[in-house]
């Protein structure tokens, strides 16, 4: 019911800046929470950062002050700008939709952060 297109994942050196984007489309509900989460190789899917439609904010303590969440709900779209990149902050990104309506979570197809030296 609902899809998550990602953009805007690549590579960059350390230091670098990034931002993704992931579209909604759907039934993304009007009561919603969009977010990023990230996985590396041979490690567990962790959160990154997440907002809700009433303006909540959340971002994991290795991001905080170098990521920024941001939505535009003209677009349906929720925006991870990427400063100070780290090599540890390399993985594949994923966007995700929870529907509080419908009760879903909705993933996209993820897209590749790789930061270099």
């Known amino acids: 019911q609902v899809q998550l297109v990602e953009s805007g994942g690549g590579l960059v050196q350390a230091g670098g800046s990034l931002r993704l984007s992931c579209a909604a489309s759907?039934?993304?509900?009007?009561?919603?929470?969009m977010g990023w989460y990230r996985q590396a190789p041979g490690k567990a899917r962790e959160l990154v950062a997440t907002?809700?439609?009433?303006?909540?904010?959340n971002y994991a303590d290795s991001v905080k002050g170098r990521f920024t969440i941001s939505r535009d709900n003209a677009k349906n779209t929720v925006y991870l700008q990427m400063n100070s990149l780290k090599p540890e902050d390399t993985a594949v990104y994923y966007c995700?939709?929870?529907?509080?309506?419908?009760?879903?979570?909705?993933w996209g197809q993820g897209t590749q952060v790789t930061v270099s030296l």
């Open positions: 907002t809700s439609s009433d303006g909540t904010t």
């Open positions: 995700k939709l929870y529907n509080f309506l419908s009760r879903q979570n909705y």
């Open positions: 759907g039934s993304i509900g009007s009561i919603n929470a």
